[in-house]
């Protein structure tokens, strides 16, 4: 029995921002964020809408593509840092907005989150536990990014993508999962109030401390060195080589860091890595599923084709997991 994906969707907010908007904002051009980020726009909601509003379109989609009905999910998993609040879980919230009854929970490994999230869907479908699991990404970024913060706030936008996963005798299946953490570095890429250390106060909002604070050239080093190494890992787990590999579908931070893959890989980024953060920014959880989403739709990945998932976030988090499509 082989674990496969049977269905995926995306969801992205109408609203666009590109980087001239943001040169209104804070100092800073549209050169400086395309040549360091590769960023040109972002997607960013409007009013009161949440994570689970977007991840609901997005799985409405996969749901569709499967050719399955809200009923025959068994259950969610949602991996968001912006949940709708902090309980219930906003897995709950996307069920009832699909109108069904079912468990699930919300998986906090910052942009990891869809890794992670698939290598427990994984366990869950091989135990037998369930035989159709929902596995979102979904952030609404633009309400934890601190709109005064040019260090932060050209990097990130919304967006929401979806995966089911299905246990079946197809000859798809997850090949290897290599996961990765170190809490050590929690202070290079966070959110420091909101939490039970320290509750929202007055002193809090002032002090801005419930947007994003990252140190970003820590943080693209380590991305760059543990995303190539997860890589490494998981092709070695696998028993793979490198020539196997149809597509990498990198966590879309940083135009820089998906090049250092491609180099290790040794190929051109265009022939085998995945990319569109030009048109998203850095969604977090959501990245990975919208870019397996429109690879899939673009016809560069079909069914029996080596594809590697790969991401890197805050905690630090990061993992990698090979998969035949
Ligand atoms: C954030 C990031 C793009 C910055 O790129 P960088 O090449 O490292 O740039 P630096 O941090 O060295 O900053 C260079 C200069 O640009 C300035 N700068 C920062 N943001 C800027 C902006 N939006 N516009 C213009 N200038 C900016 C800095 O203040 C700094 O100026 P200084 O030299 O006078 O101090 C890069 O570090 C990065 O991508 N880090 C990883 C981020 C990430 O992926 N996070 C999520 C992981 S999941």
Redesign the pocket.
């Known amino acids: 029995m082989g674990i496969r994906i049977i269905g995926t969707g995306k969801y992205v907010p109408p609203k666009v921002l590109t980087n001239h908007d943001l040169e209104k904002m ?4 549209d050169e ?2 395309r040549s ?2 590769g960023i040109i726009e972002r997607r960013i909601v409007e009013g009161d809408i949440a994570a689970s509003d977007l991840a609901t379109e997005a799985s409405k989609i996969a749901i569709e593509k499967a050719g399955l009905k809200p009923e025959d999910i068994d259950a969610i998993i949602c991996a968001t840092i912006t949940p709708d609040m902090v309980f219930p879980a906003t897995a709950y919230l996307i069920a009832d907005k699909l109108g069904i009854k079912r468990p699930g929970f919300d998986l906090n490994a ?2 990891s989150g869809f890794v992670y999230s698939s290598a427990l869907a994984y366990s869950m479908l091989k135990t037998g536990i369930f035989k159709n699991i929902l596995v979102i990404g979904s952030e609404v970024l633009s309400k934890i990014v601190d709109w005064q913060d ?3 706030c ?2 990130f936008g919304d967006g929401a993508g979806a995966a089911i996963y299905t246990i079946d005798n197809s000859e798809s299946d997850i090949l290897a999962i290599e996961l990765g953490g170190d809490g050590g570095c929690a202070d290079l ?1 966070y959110m420091p109030a909101g939490g039970s250390k320290m509750p929202a106060s007055e002193e809090t909002v002032k002090n801005r401390l419930h947007f994003i604070k ?1 140190n ?2 820590e ?2 080093k380590m ?1 760059v060195r543990m995303m190539t190494e997860s890589v490494e890992k998981v092709i070695q787990k696998a028993n793979i080589k490198k020539e196997d590999i149809k597509l990498v579908i990198p ?1 879309q ?2 135009i ?2 998906i090049d250092a893959i491609a180099e290790y890989l040794g190929v051109r980024r265009e022939e085998k890595v995945f990319v569109n953060l030009d048109k998203y920014g ?1 969604t ?1 959880a959501a990245s990975i599923p919208i870019a397996l989403d429109e690879a899939i739709s673009q016809g560069k990945i079909n069914r029996g084709d080596i594809v590697i998932l790969v991401a ?3 905690g630090f988090s990061w993992g990698a997991i090979a998969l035949r499509y």
């Open positions: 804070v100092e800073t051009n400086w964020i360091r980020t910052a942009c040019r260090n932060t050209v990097l890429l990252m970003g050239r943080t693209f991305a966590h931070a940083n820089r860091i850095n977090s890197f976030g805050g």
